[in-house]
């Protein structure tokens, strides 16, 4: 299939409308005419990962966080996305982007871990359509949420991190896979606020706050734990929409963090 073809495969799934104004989505490297046998899906495009694209085929890379948030001026070895770039179109590979267009979709990122941890009724959490907030059909202790997150999720060396009573019941729980502190004049309606990147001052204003006008817990996981679990899923779904294309699942951890002391 040409990428070309691709594209607009990928974009009935993800229309780029769909993407916030602030957001880089879409084709970044590649010719349109380019045949696509394999496409590797993963979170982030590092050099890892083109050795990967490179080592099992694939002619085309999609992943989920973009490459280019910034105007960049050239594309040279003297800075890693220049190096990048340089790699893509040296080995013929194309990288296409889909970000917050594949986040607010029914089946999107925080679909996925609301999906495996059995909420229902879900809806957005914003008007926009991120993140999600859904039920358990019943009320569940803190501490098992906490375990049931560690054991759905890819393991990391980050852990999964809560703020609140481990015996405390939750029944509703908001979702916000990937950095989602911005969101917290969203959630106080939930038990419980899943999400990555809490940052120190914000993370605690919020418990404060809540603990004195009432709002949910919060449980802070892996950045690319948290949207890594929508790709197997999603690479599944994609296999049917694309004939003849085969859709691998990246293999590795893109998640910054190599140990801890």
């Known amino acids: 299939m040409r990428l070309t073809e691709v594209v607009k495969k990928l974009e009935e799934v993800w229309p ?3 993407a916030l104004e602030w957001d880089k989505v879409g084709l970044v490297v590649g010719g349109n005419t380019a045949e696509i046998s394999k496409i590797l899906f993963a979170v982030d495009v590092t050099f890892e990962v083109i050795d990967e694209a490179k080592a099992v085929g694939a002619e085309l890379i999609v992943s989920h966080h973009p490459l280019l948030f910034h105007p960049v001026n050239a594309f040279t070895d003297s800075n890693w996305r220049g190096k ?4 893509l179109i040296q080995n013929n590979i194309a990288l296409y982007v889909a970000h917050t267009n594949a986040d607010i979709i029914a089946g999107g990122t925080s ?30 202790p803190l501490i098992a949420l906490a375990q049931k997150l560690k054991e759905i ?14 015996e405390r019941s939750i029944i509703t729980v908001a979702i916000c896979a990937g ?27 919020a418990t404060l706050d809540f603990a004195v006008r009432g709002g949910p817990v919060l449980i802070d996981v892996s950045h690319w734990a948290s949207e890594f679990l ?21 293999k590795v951890r893109t998640e910054p963090w190599t140990f801890r002391a």
């Open 84 to 87: 990048v770039v340089t790699e």
């Open 179 to 205: 950095s989602g502190d911005d969101l917290f004049d969203f959630v106080q309606e939930a038990d419980a606020y899943i999400s990555s990147d809490l940052r120190h001052h914000p993370a605690l204003d």
């Open 16 to 18: 780029v409308s769909g």
């Open 230 to 250: 929508w790709i197997p899923d999603m690479a599944e779904y994609l296999k049917y929409r694309l004939e003849d294309v085969d859709v691998l699942v990246s």
């Open 111 to 140: 679909d996925a871990i609301a999906k495996a941890l059995g909420l229902s009724d879900t809806k957005p959490i914003t008007e926009d359509g991120i993140g999600r907030i859904g039920r358990f059909k019943a009320s569940v």
């Open 153 to 166: 999720l890819p393991e990391d060396i980050s852990g999964v991190k809560v703020a609140g009573d481990p």
